[in-house]
């Protein structure tokens, strides 16, 4: 079953404490990305990646760090948290924007981080 | 820069009553349009697309027509359900701006009772 998926779904944590939250897709797509969906504020996307070893900031990077070592991971790291990233956050992934008619995006479950 | 506005919710309906959700959009190049659905506890789910002027996206009742001169692609349908109760998106990718790839509206929550 072609998905995206992300773990952990549920995070509660403190200020300044590293944690990672990771995302993995089965569809060999080259583009992916990380979005944060906070109230009346619709989806943002933090940072992207067109392909291994390529990732560029999306409109809200500050705070957030990301990798893509691998075609099908694309972890999304917190070095030290702050309150103000509380948020529900999704990891998409799709064939290279722009350049196919098929190139819809595919989103994961998402994952709800709480940062006390 | 590219942008996306849709009707503020919430959107409250009865069973079989008509939806319109509005979107209307600013772009520079020539966008293809979306419309994703979040039901509860869920991620987005892509509900319908169209990728020209004059295009209609369809799917499971739900219908939206790319509208250029009126840069609009209002969510349409004609009777709804319970089940339907979600937050709706409509987006825009713009493949001038490849590396953002999804522009959203901020959603409109959409609540309907039986």
């Known amino acids: 079953e072609a998905q995206v998926t992300q773990n952990p779904r549920y995070l509660i944590t403190v200020t300044g404490k590293k944690l990672t939250v990771t995302c993995s897709q089965n569809?060999?797509?080259?583009?992916m990305s990380w979005y944060r969906q906070d109230p009346g504020l619709g989806l943002r996307q933090i940072y992207y990646?067109?392909?291994?070893?390529?990732?560029d900031k999306g409109d809200v990077p500050e705070g957030y760090k990301v990798s893509r070592k691998e075609k099908r991971n694309f972890p999304l790291i917190l070095e030290s948290p702050s309150p103000n990233q509380t948020s529900l956050y999704f990891c998409?992934?799709?064939?290279?924007?722009?350049?196919?008619?098929?190139?819809?995006?595919?989103f994961g479950p998402g994952t709800r981080l709480t940062v006390l | 820069g590219d942008s996306v506005t849709q009707m503020e919710g919430p959107v409250t309906l009865s069973e079989e009553a008509f939806l319109t959700i509005n979107c209307t959009y600013t772009?520079?190049?020539?966008?293809?349009l979306f419309w994703y659905v979040q039901y509860p506890g869920e991620g987005l789910q892509l509900l319908l697309k169209?990728?020209?002027?004059?295009d209609k996206g369809s799917n499971k009742g739900f219908e939206a027509t790319y509208r250029k001169e009126t840069t609009s692609f209002h969510l349409e349908k004609g009777s709804v359900q319970v089940s339907d109760s979600a937050v709706y998106f409509c987006a825009l990718s713009d493949p001038n701006q490849a590396g953002t790839a999804l522009i959203f509206g901020k959603g409109t929550t959409l609540s309907v009772s039986s």
């Open positions: 998409a992934s799709s064939s290279i924007p722009g350049q196919s008619t098929t190139d819809t995006q595919y």
């Open positions: 772009a520079t190049g020539y966008p293809s």
């Open positions: 990646s067109m392909n291994v070893e390529v990732t």
């Open positions: 569809m060999n797509h080259e583009y």
């Open positions: 169209a990728t020209k002027a004059d």
